[in-house]
């Protein structure tokens, strides 16, 4: 099983989709404000060829064997790549799924097939006036497997809903059609090496070239290799540590560990020359600094993974890890400005996963997260989801993981809702709501 692809199959999720409003699209236009919802199928391509017409979602790259054993066996030649697999997807045009409109207490309104006049089999285009569907009605997208016996479904309350949706189909390869070739297509990189600026010490240090996809590490300051898009990219040199090594530097589980860094530079691809990389040094500026960071304090919610990110003229770059629960130091360059400088991270509060991305207020004196997490409500957790009656819903039940609490902090809740029979029949269902400690149980009708 190809995890990549199944795991983006277990629920339609929107591939792309554009913000609409339910007005009539101004200057005057008398249309019919409707939901324009197509669907695609996932599949993967395995292939020699370097770029594709199709969008890419996803990609695996395959390196031909080498001979360890062999005398001539270079650990540090560049790897042949063999083949890739390419994610791609194809419009699907005749379908099984149904799409249901349902009111804001679960009752089902109105069921589409590919067979009613609304769903255009040429174009495979559903169109759905937006009145059909209730305030704080839920669009549901399911297909009930006879074989299987069970369900897949998704569905989306009103308030989340755009103008134009794509959603994958729940299984692979269903698409009829040539693959889509708008969306997610992957930069045109390439392969190229630098020589950094060491700052007199080479032994000391590490030198990076990171990129808004990939950060390229080496021990050496000597063509430091990397493989670049177009987008702005930037040189660095970090603190070594005693568990860097020339093969594991470039491991994830290296990159993520807290270090210092020394020096940087900004600058793009067209700008790689056979010169040594001049870098800034963390002190050229007298307002550079090494400034502290503090953590959460103890008993207020933890931090892990957290990372400083820089955004000048492009996309978001690595910049320095920092120390998950312990105080620590980070350098701060003035010529990056303060408020380019992003911090992201994840971790646990309230027994509610934390993940988040904002622009600390204070990165040019220190950045004080002792308390911060105490100013986030979170909703009171129940120990376990329940089902529990409710005078809310068209069944009578209702779907509760906490008590009410905190719920105007926040913009979106998914509820995974699973019921097995005796049977061995199965409903698995994800809920993208505005958050509410009720949730009411949604009624399918099988068609």
Request: glycine share 8%; charged share 25%.
């Amino acid at each position: 099983m190809d995890k990549r692809l199944y795991l983006s199959l277990l629920l339609p999720l929107a591939l792309a989709g554009c913000g609409g409003s339910d007005g009539d699209g101004g200057g005057g236009s008398k249309s019919t404000p409707k939901y324009n919802i197509d669907f695609a199928s996932f599949y993967v391509q395995k292939t020699e060829k370097s770029s594709i017409r199709c969008a890419i979602y996803d990609e695996e790259i395959y390196y031909k064997e080498v001979d360890t054993s062999d005398p001539n066996y270079d650990p540090d030649a560049e790897r042949e790549v063999d083949y890739r697999e390419w994610v791609h997807a194809k419009k699907v045009k005749g379908t099984n799924l149904k799409v249901a409109i349902h009111s804001a207490d679960g009752e089902p309104l109105n069921t589409y097939t590919d067979s009613d006049d609304e769903w255009s089999r040429s174009s495979g285009t559903l169109k759905i006036k937006k009145s059909k569907v209730p305030s704080n009605g839920y669009l549901t997208i399911y297909e009930f497997d006879n074989q299987g016996g069970y369900v897949n479904s998704v569905s989306y309350q009103k308030p989340l809903l755009s103008t134009n949706m794509r959603f994958s189909d729940f299984k692979p390869n269903r698409g009829q059609d040539s693959c889509i070739t708008s969306g997610s297509n992957g930069p045109t990189l390439k392969d190229r090496d630098q020589t950094l600026e060491d700052g007199g010490d080479s032994s000391g240090q590490v030198f990076g070239i990171n990129t808004r996809y990939q950060n390229f590490w080496a021990t050496s300051p000597i063509n430091v290799e990397a493989e670049l898009d177009s987008e702005q990219i930037m040189a660095t040199r970090y603190e070594r540590l005693a568990s860097d090594t020339k093969e594991n530097v470039n491991e994830t589980i290296q990159q993520d560990k807290y270090r210092q860094i020394n020096a940087y530079k900004l600058f793009k691809r067209g700008s790689i020359s056979n010169k040594p990389l001049e870098m800034n040094e963390i002190g050229d500026n007298s307002r550079d600094g090494y400034n502290f960071w503090y953590p959460p304090l103890a008993g207020t919610g933890s931090l892990e993974n957290t990372k400083l990110y820089v955004k000048k003229g492009g996309e978001p770059l690595f910049w320095q890890v920092l120390p998950n629960n312990s105080d620590g130091i980070y350098g701060y360059a003035h010529d990056i400005g303060s408020r380019n400088y992003y911090l992201n991270g994840q971790g646990t509060l309230n027994s509610w996963g934390l993940t988040f991305t904002e622009q600390p207020e204070d990165v040019d004196t220190g950045i004080d997260y002792a308390n911060a997490l105490l100013d986030i409500d979170t909703p009171n957790r129940l120990a376990a989801t329940q089902v529990v009656s409710c005078s809310t819903s068209e069944t009578g039940a209702c779907l509760q993981g906490y008590i009410s609490g905190g719920e105007q902090d926040w913009d979106t809740q998914r509820s995974f809702i699973q019921f097995k029979d005796d049977a061995g029949r199965e409903i698995r269902h994800v809920i993208y709501s505005k958050p509410q400690s009720m949730l009411p149980l949604i009624v399918f009708y099988w068609l």
